[in-house]
Each structure stands twice: as structure tokens, then as C-alpha cells.
């Protein structure tokens, strides 16, 4: 994905206000972001906003570097170069700020099928930054709440149900919600 494949060509200097939200808050911000796997580029430069509540679909061919942008976004990899902020979040200076305002259903590959249902959430709260003795107490009620208590030591349970199903885990109602990881 190049810049010119981005949402909005151009450049917007993360401190502008979003010129579609009345108060002019961003959501998400991406700042000249770029990620290689070597010398293969999968991101040049990408710039681009999101005003809070709206609908902002992402879409490219395979290969063209969507999931590799969500996984920085979420903090899977690392940022190579530019800057993403959440809400004013930068989530390479402020990672825990940033990521409780995220709320993301990952797919079913992205959960490890050998650990329980517990275990997965409890992997997926520390990638939000949520220490484990509160990651447990949140995973607990969230399974209750959902009818999965019982299954909470499962292994190979449907991960897309589980995963779907939890997604309040990290936060009540995210202003921002990401699906597809």
C-alpha cells in the first residue's frame, strides 16, 4: 500500500482537525507509516484520518498491506517508521492510553486454538497493555456475562465465538472499533 492508495491522498498533519467531526476530533490518526519485511515494502508512507463515529473501510487486493497496517495500529509489530495515534494516543509514547480506547474482534486465526478460552484473553488484554490480575478479573465477569464461564478452561473451543463474543473485554464501549485482525 502507497500513499496514493491511501484513504485520503495527500498528507493532514496529525494535529489537524478532522475537517467531517464538528468538534473536529480524530479518531485514528496515521502519520507517514511505512513497515518493510525486508527489502519487501508492504507500507510507503501512509497518511491518512478517521473522525470518531464514522465508518471507514479499508480495502485492497491480498498482499496490498491492510492486515499489516491493523497490526501496527494494534501494536502486533512495531512501528517502523511514522506515527499512529488513537484519540491524541501516540501508541508508541503512551501504548496503554491508546490501545483502552481500541476495541478489536480478532479473527479466529489470530487465536491459539492450544490455549483455553482464558488463556486467549488473557493474551490478547496483555497486547492491550491490561495488567494479568486485572485481565483475569475482566475475562471472569465477560465469560459470565456471555454464558461462557463454563467453558472458560476449554481448549479448541470456536474461536470465532469466543472471540466475537468477548470483545467488551478491553473496553465497555470503544470509541474506536477495529473488526478483522
Given at each position: 500500500?502507497?500513499?496514493?492508495?491511501?484513504?485520503?491522498?495527500?498528507?493532514?498533519?496529525?494535529?489537524?482537525?478532522?475537517?467531517?467531526?464538528?468538534?473536529?476530533?480524530?479518531?485514528?490518526?496515521?502519520?507517514?507509516?511505512?513497515?518493510?519485511?525486508?527489502?519487501r515494502r508492504a507500507l510507503v508512507d501512509?497518511?491518512?484520518?478517521?473522525?470518531p463515529a464514522s465508518f471507514t473501510a479499508l480495502?485492497?487486493?491480498?498482499?496490498?498491506?491492510?492486515?499489516?497496517?491493523?497490526?501496527?495500529?494494534?501494536?502486533?509489530?512495531?512501528?517502523?517508521?511514522?506515527?499512529?495515534?488513537?484519540?491524541?494516543?501516540?501508541?508508541?509514547?503512551?501504548?496503554?492510553?491508546?490501545?483502552?480506547?481500541?476495541?478489536?474482534?480478532?479473527?479466529?486465526?489470530?487465536?491459539?486454538?492450544?490455549?483455553?478460552?482464558?488463556?486467549?484473553?488473557?493474551?490478547?488484554?496483555?497486547?492491550?497493555?491490561?495488567?494479568?490480575?486485572?485481565?483475569?478479573?475482566?475475562?471472569?465477569?465477560?465469560?459470565?456475562?456471555?454464558?461462557?464461564?463454563?467453558?472458560?478452561?476449554?481448549?479448541?473451543?470456536?474461536?470465532?465465538?469466543?472471540?466475537?463474543?468477548?470483545?467488551?473485554?478491553?473496553?465497555?464501549?470503544?470509541?474506536?472499533?477495529?473488526?478483522?485482525?
Amino acid at each position: 500500500m502507497t500513499a496514493t492508495h491511501a484513504p485520503t491522498a495527500g498528507r493532514i498533519p496529525l494535529d489537524t482537525p478532522h475537517r467531517n467531526h464538528p468538534t473536529g476530533m480524530v479518531a485514528l490518526s496515521i502519520g507517514s507509516v511505512s513497515h518493510s519485511y525486508g527489502a519487501r515494502r508492504a507500507l510507503v508512507d501512509i497518511d491518512f484520518t478517521v473522525a470518531p463515529a464514522s465508518f471507514t473501510a479499508l480495502l485492497g487486493l491480498n498482499g496490498a498491506g491492510k492486515s499489516t497496517l491493523f497490526s501496527l495500529v494494534t501494536r502486533l509489530f512495531g512501528i517502523q517508521s511514522g506515527r499512529i495515534s488513537i484519540f491524541g494516543h501516540d501508541i508508541s509514547l503512551a501504548p496503554s492510553e491508546a490501545l483502552r480506547l481500541l476495541g478489536v474482534v480478532f479473527q479466529p486465526r489470530t487465536l491459539d486454538l492450544d490455549l483455553s478460552v482464558t488463556q486467549n484473553l488473557l493474551y490478547h488484554a496483555a497486547l492491550h497493555g491490561i495488567a494479568r490480575g486485572e485481565a483475569r478479573v475482566r475475562s471472569d465477569e465477560v465469560l459470565s456475562r456471555i454464558g461462557l464461564a463454563d467453558r472458560a478452561g476449554a481448549r479448541r473451543y470456536s474461536a470465532r465465538r469466543c472471540s466475537s463474543r468477548s470483545s467488551g473485554l478491553f473496553t465497555p464501549r470503544p470509541p474506536l472499533f477495529s473488526t478483522c485482525v
